[in-house]
Each structure stands twice: as structure tokens, then as C-alpha cells.
């Protein structure tokens, strides 16, 4: 299985963009798959993700109203917009892949619930 992000960069506060995560070599139509962040110092956190099956998602308290989070589901791509960025947004952002589909919102948003991980991207929130 393979998980590759794209999209990151850096952009003044106030700003957007787009993350987007394509997933190959992974044949199940069910599955959880989303975001996490990582900034220095600090531990892995969810940021927003999504049932493929469903309309089920959730997002971080810190992220809701500014995120959106959507997927493509004939080329098991999921996308993160990203609107009215803050410096403290600024991480390596990761995508995320649960085989065994999304899980209940107390576990869904936790890195330890995700078996395939992508490589990151950095966005960086800076004047």
C-alpha cells in the first residue's frame, strides 16, 4: 500500500490550500482515511477524516469551520481544504489509511488507529 500526499507550502495567514492523497495498491472500497499533523516538539494529532463508505467525518476542535475534508473514492483520493490559516497550523501534515474502515468518533482521529501512513508535506503559515 502506498500513501502520497502533495499540496503543501507556504502561505501568509489568512490564506488556503489544498492537500490532496492519493492511495494505491489498497483494493477494499471500505476504509478510513484522513489527516494528521505534526509540529516540532509536539506529538502526532488529527486533524479531520472520513469514511469512504459513508458521510461520516470528524474534525479537531482547532480546525472546525476552516477545514473541509472530501474524497474521490474511484481513485481512493482524499483532499484537505484548508481556509483561514493560522500560524499555529504550521506541520508536517500526514495522510493516513485505515483498512479496517473508520472507526468510532473517540478513536477516529487517533494516529494509533491508522496502519499506512504517507511520507508528509510541510505547510508552513508565515508572513
Known amino acids: 500500500v502506498q500513501v502520497v500526499e502533495s499540496g503543501g507550502g507556504l502561505v501568509p495567514p489568512g490564506g488556503s490550500l489544498r492537500l490532496s492523497c492519493t492511495v494505491s495498491g489498497f483494493t477494499s472500497d471500505s476504509y478510513g482515511i484522513g489527516w494528521f499533523r505534526q509540529a516540532p516538539g509536539n506529538l502526532r494529532e488529527g486533524v479531520s477524516v472520513i469514511a469512504s463508505s459513508d458521510d461520516r467525518a470528524y474534525y479537531a476542535n482547532s480546525v472546525k469551520g476552516r477545514f473541509s475534508i472530501s474524497r474521490y473514492n474511484a481513485n481512493k483520493t482524499v483532499y484537505l481544504q484548508m481556509n483561514d490559516l493560522k500560524p499555529e497550523d504550521t506541520a508536517v501534515y500526514y495522510c493516513?489509511?485505515?483498512?479496517?474502515?473508520?472507526?468510532?468518533?473517540?478513536?477516529?482521529?487517533?494516529?494509533?488507529?491508522?496502519?499506512?501512513w504517507g511520507q508528509g508535506t510541510q505547510v508552513t503559515v508565515s508572513s
Open positions: 493516513a489509511l485505515d483498512p479496517a474502515g473508520l472507526r468510532s468518533s473517540d478513536w477516529a482521529l487517533q494516529p494509533i488507529s491508522y496502519e499506512h
